[in-house]
């Protein structure tokens, strides 16, 4: 038993309370036993075992059905520490002022202590958390997401080094809800939901906001990427890390199935990871991405047999779905754009009876799965893999309706910072608040960066000196739109004839048209076999309207003023360069 995992659930069960205490060992005798009990209170129910074997639905309070940034605070001792973009409170103040909260709020309950493992146990890139939960949900989902149980314990040993994290759904009361991070202790509490990203600590909470932190002390990078391998007929395999905001397509870029034209040659594509890229140097002098997770926390809404085959299959065995439809007639899940067959007979996402002929949505439009990822049909081989992948290409993209064209190249690292920099997105329902407006979020880590953006745009620039064999940076949008809102690029699996181009350019095979913003490709480089696009279509969504990026620029030099002196001066004259180009 070490010792420091003892004193951390004696100090935070002396607080919450709870009737008892039961240390998970990731046993499969205890994870059904815990199924059992979930479904004996109804806080999930078991799915049609023939259907769907080992899977499980449950049902969030309506209140609790996604990330709260507004109530997601980062909490040092000062207030530059966290930066501009971040929601602060002084660390003794936040303590303070969560202790009332917790007190007592696991009586007549049970604390689950979890010890986890981001990353392979034992990879020297690998972090151990122990999360203490209240939630059975949290358990079952923290399970699937990460490495959990006795091994990793026995890897921490006698070590203090772990991240604590205290969740405790308390009364889901909105009002006192809190997701708050420590950096400076390493630490995490979060109270008052039972929601993803709100609760399963290991994610976006220890995997990006704490271990951004880390990254920044330890010289490494902790992001907001898919990771895929894409293989070329010759059987070579080059990975690509790519930065999107939530709910924008990772997951689907991460299980892309290449079109036909492009299968019959022998190109594939292999899931590293769906969400969160940790990045380091390699001996070689290559930038090495693992994904320190073991599980795909899905969108389900718009996820089926045609854009993400993959995400689906990965799907039907030992699966939580959580606030989708209950499909009463054989006892399975359904959402919208599962199929164009809603179940008649169905409970929708708050616990309403619902018919595919009702006027509202069935699933809410966060609905997820959490899905083990051994189950994906196009797992990579190097998923294990403890040194990780090396990367060819990262990739930086967000959802545009204009300004932003299908695809450009930036000119050198320093660019590349600038470009992922200054990247802005349509927000979407994976966090509370209004829906579809732009905002800028660098690197998609705005709500996920743990200290001064500034200093974080700083480290991004200091690692690519330190890296010899730099990969490239690009930009994606495969959300341009038509007058009328429809999309301009068919996505998902066409994507792959964008990534072709990504990869022969770093190669060196294929040339490229200069912009005001970056290179961009000729029409005619991007191959369109099997599809009824033209060319002309393409060179439309290649298009760097000087106007549109004259105001962007505006919008840029705007949002850059405020990291003050923080902002690196490598940034200022990459703005500088693009207002010129602009002229
Ligand atoms: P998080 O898990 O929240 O981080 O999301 P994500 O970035 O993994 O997004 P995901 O792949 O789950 O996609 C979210 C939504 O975007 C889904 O509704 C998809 O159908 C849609 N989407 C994904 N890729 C494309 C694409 O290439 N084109 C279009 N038009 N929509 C896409
Ligand atoms: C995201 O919002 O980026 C997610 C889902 O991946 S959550 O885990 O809730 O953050
Ligand atoms: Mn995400």
Redesign the pocket.
């Known amino acids: 038993m070490n010792k420091f995992v003892e004193e951390f659930v004696k100090k935070s069960s002396g607080l919450t309370k709870p009737d008892r205490i039961i240390w998970i060992d990731g046993s499969k005798a205890q994870i059904d036993a815990l199924r059992k009990e979930a479904c004996s209170t109804g806080e999930m129910t078991k799915l049609n075992e023939d259907l769907l074997p080992e899977c499980y639905l449950h049902r969030t309070a309506v209140n609790d059905v996604a990330r709260v940034e507004d109530r997601t605070f980062i909490c040092t001792a000062k207030k530059e520490n966290a930066g501009p973009t971040n929601n602060w409170k002084e660390s003794k103040e936040a303590y303070a002022m969560l202790e009332p909260i917790y007190d007592g709020a696991m009586k007549g309950r049970t604390m689950y202590v979890i010890p986890y493992s981001m990353g392979a146990v034992g990879s020297k890139f690998s972090k151990i958390g122990v999360e203490l939960t209240d939630s059975i949900y949290v358990v079952l989902n923290m399970v699937i997401m990460t490495r959990v149980g006795q091994n990793v314990l026995d890897e921490l040993g006698e070590s203090s080094d772990f991240v604590r994290g205290l969740h405790a759904k308390a009364d889901i009361d909105a009002e006192k809800r809190y997701i708050c991070h420590f950096p400076e202790d390493n630490t995490i509490m979060s109270v008052n939901s039972g929601y993803g990203g709100n609760v399963l600590l290991g994610k976006k909470c220890f995997a990006l906001r704490i271990a951004s932190c880390l990254g920044r002390d330890e010289g490494w990078l902790a992001e907001h990427m898919l990771i895929l391998g894409l293989e070329k007929p010759n059987g070579e395999v080059k990975y690509i890390a790519a930065a999107?905001p939530?709910?924008?397509?990772?997951?689907?870029?991460a299980m892309l199935i290449p079109p036909k034209e492009f299968a019959e040659k022998g190109y594939k594509i292999h899931t590293v990871g769906?969400?969160i890229a940790w990045i380091r140097k390699g001996k070689d002098g290559r930038l090495y991405a693992i994904n320190p997770e073991n599980g795909f926390?899905?969108?389900a809404?718009?996820t089926n047999e045609k854009?993400n085959p993959n995400a689906l299959a990965s799907t039907k065995q030992g699966t939580i779905f959580t606030n989708v439809v209950h499909n009463l007639e054989n006892n399975t899940v359904w959402w919208e754009g599962l199929d164009k067959n809603p179940p008649k007979n169905a409970i929708d996402w708050k616990g309403n009876p619902w018919s595919g002929d009702s006027e509202v949505k069935g699933a809410h439009p966060n609905s997820r799965f959490t899905a083990p990822a051994i189950n994906c049909p196009c797992i990579s081989d190097e998923f294990e893999n403890p040194e990780g992948v090396p990367l060819s290409a990262i990739i930086f993209g967000g959802r545009r309706a204009q300004t932003t064209p299908l695809v450009y190249e930036a000119t050198d690292w320093a660019n590349g910072v600038f470009v992922g920099s200054i990247m802005a997105s349509e927000t979407t329902a994976?966090a509370t608040g209004a829906v579809g407006v732009v905002r800028r979020d660098p690197m998609a880590m705005l709500p996920f960066c743990g200290y001064h953006m500034g200093d974080y745009f700083k480290h991004w620039l200091e690692v690519g000196e330190a890296t010899e064999k730099q990969p490239k940076f690009f930009n994606v949008n495969?959300?341009r739109t038509d007058d009328e809102g429809n999309?301009l690029w068919p996505?998902?699996g066409d994507?792959m004839r964008v990534l072709d181009w990504i990869i022969r350019r770093c190669e060196g095979t294929v040339d490229a048209v200069s912009t005001p913003i970056g290179n961009v490709p000729n029409p005619k480089d991007i191959n369109l076999e099997g599809t009824n696009m033209t060319e002309a279509d393409i060179a439309n969504l290649l298009t760097v309207d000087k106007a549109l990026w004259k105001k962007e620029a505006e919008g840029i030099g705007e949002f850059y003023k405020k990291f003050g002196e923080q902002l690196p001066k490598q940034l200022a004259t990459e703005l500088d360069k693009l207002n010129n180009n602009l002229k």
């Not at 939530?246 to 870029?253: D, E, F, Q, V, Y």
């Open positions: 999107f939530s709910a924008c397509g990772k997951t689907n870029l769906d969400d926390f899905g969108v809404p718009g854009s994976a495969w959300f999309f996505g998902f994507n």
